[in-house]
Nanobody
Framework: QVQLVESGGGLVQAGGSLRLSCAAS????????GGWFRQAPGKEREFVAA????????IYTDSVKGRFTIFRGDAKNTVYLQMSRLKPEDTAIYYC???????????????WGQGTQVTVSS
């Protein structure tokens, strides 16, 4: 069982930046492809970004392209989501996920974190 822990959420003004981190409890995240999803109040969970285990291949949902960057730390055991030019509509709980496939579909991931709240004020 892989336990994922997110950190880095918080309150930020529109136009600001935050960096989310996702680490695995036993430092095994380098063996998995990683993804970030988010869920806003009253809405379904949606895909944000994903990265393969090498860190060389990434995909993004259209609404965050050019503003968010997903990347891995040097040891590949941490997956980051750098969020810039944040908008109020980015407000959500952000979840880290790990699996054996880079995908926009949540059910393709095997492990999930507990989530971290991101709030963007206007």
């Amino acid at each position: 069982q892989v336990q994922l822990v997110e950190s880095g959420g918080g309150l930020v003004q529109a136009g600001g930046s935050l960096r989310l981190s996702c680490a695995a409890s036993e430092r095994t995240l380098s063996s998995y492809d990683g993804g970030w999803f988010r869920q806003a109040p009253g809405k379904e969970r949606e895909f944000v970004a994903a990265i393969d285990r090498s860190g060389d291949y990434t995909i993004y949902t259209d609404s965050v392209k050019g503003r968010f960057t997903i990347f891995r730390g040097d040891a590949k055991n941490t997956v980051y989501l750098q969020m810039s030019r944040l908008k109020p509509e980015d407000t959500a709980i952000y979840y880290c996920a790990a699996g054996r496939l880079v995908s926009m579909i949540g059910s393709r991931y095997d492990y999930w974190g507990q989530g971290t709240q991101v709030t963007v004020s206007s």
